[in-house]
């Protein structure tokens, strides 16, 4: 077992954790100008709404984030590398930086965790975001040709694995596969993180967060919650939860299902609601935290935090909400075979 993983488990036995807010709202609020994004890079291309390459270009930024949310509370930090991928990039022109823009990613919020736990003594953790780029491996883009696919397993394991080698270069604990709609893909990110793990010669654990697409509790690809979890409980993930999709009280019973079969921390970071005609966030951060706070109280989560809308003073008002409220206690499921196509499936012994 790795040292982060047996720090973090540690402090999870304890409390209720909480991990950080919404990046990209958070930039969109600074109203940022292509000068700001682009820098001067010289790629050629328009940067702007490129937010993995302030990393590079606008620093204090990401920076000035990272210490909003940890002053709100934040245990974890996830780095601002959502689209930090050579194929999201290369929409940018900007590709072959991704090696830098993750490793200076991560060293920023790892600057930055480890100046608040200085402070203060309490452990802080950074997160490698790794998001699900926008291919997918198990569909195909073209209505005539359902075979078809932009791209295959091997090429998106070493999409992944580029990724995670630069984040744990600079200083990431974990690799956070997030926003999974795509079953499949996740799976290519596991196995780039266990590439890489073969090469460093030790664990770097892996979070796994999926999406809904639907409120009956399906990805894109078409998996159930439980489904999705007995596809991926071999990769002994740190934890296993949901983000983005909804607000919290869509999400509530997927929640509930979840937390009752996952044998690992349960970490949910919803959307602040539903958004409104403009694409805006208007749920308070009372209203957020009200609702992930019922989740706690039901002993059903183990990390709470905001995705698209919150706000720092979402994150303050979360951990405050859950500040005295116990942690889920782990299940210990009994021993079956269990396996999953795009519903779970469990075999009589």
């Known amino acids: 077992m790795s040292t982060a993983r047996e720090a973090f488990l540690a402090e999870a036995a304890k409390r209720i954790l909480i991990i950080d807010g919404a990046f ?35 620093p204090d ?52 965790a480890d100046s608040f736990t200085a402070d203060d003594g309490r452990p802080r953790f950074v997160a490698g975001a790794i998001g699900p780029t926008n291919k997918t491996l198990s569909l195909s883009p073209d209505v005539n040709d359902p075979g078809f696919r932009e791209i295959d397993w091997d090429e998106l394991v070493d999409v992944y694995r580029e990724q995670a080698v630069a984040l744990v270069e600079g200083g990431a604990d974990f690799i956070l596969v997030e926003t999974v709609f795509d079953t499949l893909n996740a799976k ?30 399906r990805n894109l690809s078409g998996h159930t919650v439980e489904a999705f979890w007995h596809a991926v409980r071999h990769a002994r993930p740190l934890t296993i939860g949901l983000n983005c999709s909804f607000g919290a009280t869509q999400l509530r019973p997927h929640v509930r299902t979840l937390s009752a079969i996952a044998d690992c921390p349960i970490m949910v970071y919803p959307n602040a609601g539903l958004p409104n005609e403009l694409g805006e966030y208007d749920e308070l951060p009372h209203e957020t935290a009200a609702l992930v706070r019922e989740w706690a109280d039901h002993g059903q989560v183990n990390v709470l935090g905001g995705c698209c809308g919150s706000t720092p003073a979402h994150i303050a008002a979360i951990a405050a909400a859950v500040a005295q409220t116990a942690p889920r206690t782990l299940p210990a499921p009994p021993v079956v075979t269990r396996l999953a196509g795009l519903e779970p499936f469990e075999m009589a012994a």
Not at 194 to 201: I, S
């Open 188 to 217: 290519a990110g596991i196995m780039a993180v266990r590439q890489m793990e073969r090469e460093l010669g030790r664990e770097v654990p892996v979070m796994l967060s999926m999406t809904l697409t639907d409120l009956s509790g």
């Open 24 to 58: 990209g709202t958070e930039i969109q609020n600074r109203k940022l100008t292509e000068a700001d994004y682009a820098g001067t890079l010289g790629l050629g291309r328009d940067q702007k709404g490129n937010n993995d390459i302030l990393a590079l270009t606008r």
């Open 61 to 112: 930024v990401p920076e000035a984030i990272h210490r909003a949310y940890f002053a709100a509370g934040a245990d974890l930090a996830e780095t601002n590398t959502f689209s930090a991928n050579r194929i999201s990039q290369a929409d940018y022109g900007a590709e072959h930086l991704v090696r830098e823009i993750n490793v200076e990613s991560a060293r920023l919020a790892r600057r930055v």
